[in-house]
T-cell receptor, first 118, second 111 residues
Framework: GAGVSQSPRYKVTKRGQDVALRCDPI?????LYWYRQALGQGPEFLTY????????KSGLPNDRFSAERPEGSISTLTIQRTEQRDSAMYRC????????????????FGQGTRLTVV | GQQVMQIPQYQHVQEGEDFTTYCNSS?????IQWYKQRPGGHPVFLIQ?????EVKKQKRLTFQFGEAKKNSSLHITATQTTDVGTYFC???????????FGAGTILRVKS
């Protein structure tokens, strides 16, 4: 597609339910990132993929959070047993190349998924 | 872990005045990127700085990367109402691929 596509745009779920957030990056982009953004804050790093390999998951808050990118394209962020504190905007971004000092690694962000846990 | 701090948190200027936001990292960075997020929108890439002491300009915007590659600034000359939004810096640490964002500076411009 023309840009990074995230679905759903809005998700309201009951506490304790599992949710799956989807990210469809720009075609051909190698790197894919997941961020969480609270209102008035900067994007908080969650995890990062190069192709299908999860390179860094140090930002995932706990083991209820997981992500995959099995074919190196679409990625899914799954939150199990959701809690109210999980409510936030979840953003996906992709870049053509892997990160590196001398590479042009502009990250293109999707519109995000607004998750509300009630 | 790596932290990227940004100041000020918020700035309200009169149209035509200048604006500067500062970014400071706790660790040496490989490169630094700047993004702009309009209200209700998503972050949009502005520029990437790589070299120590690098200065880049985009029309009224001037970006600097510190000599020690731990700090950066964005300066806007003669602000316009179209400059309204939140400006984020994002640092890539020397080893690894984690792009860490600052908390952002919210810019409001009075016409």
């Amino acid at each position: 597609g023309a840009g990074v596509s995230q679905s759903p745009r809005y998700k309201v779920t009951k506490r304790g339910q599992d949710v799956a957030l989807r990210c469809d990056p720009i075609s051909g982009h190698v790197s894919l990132y997941w961020y969480r953004q609270a209102l008035g804050q900067g994007p908080e790093f969650l995890t990062y993929f190069n192709y299908e390999a999860q390179q860094d998951k140090s930002g995932l808050p706990n083991d209820r959070f997981s992500a995959e990118r099995p074919e190196g394209s679409i990625s899914t962020l799954t939150i199990q047993r959701t809690e109210q504190r999980d409510s936030a905007m979840y953003r996906c971004a992709s870049s053509l190349e892997t990160q590196g000092a001398w590479r042009n690694t502009e990250a293109f962000f999707g519109q995000g998924t607004r998750l509300t846990v009630v | 872990g790596q932290q990227v701090m940004q100041i000020p948190q918020y700035q309200h200027v009169q149209e035509g005045e200048d604006f500067t936001t500062y970014c400071n990292s706790s660790t040496t960075l490989s490169n630094i990127q700047w993004y702009k997020q309009r209200p209700g929108g998503h972050p949009v890439f502005l520029i990437q700085l790589v070299k120590s002491g690098e200065v880049k300009k985009q029309k009224r915007l001037t970006f600097q990367f510190g000599e020690a590659k731990k700090n950066s600034s964005l300066h806007i000359t003669a602000t316009q109402t179209t400059d309204v939004g939140t400006y984020f810096c994002a640092g890539l640490r020397e080893y690894g691929n984690k792009l860490v964002f600052g908390a952002g500076t919210i810019l409001r411009v009075k016409s």
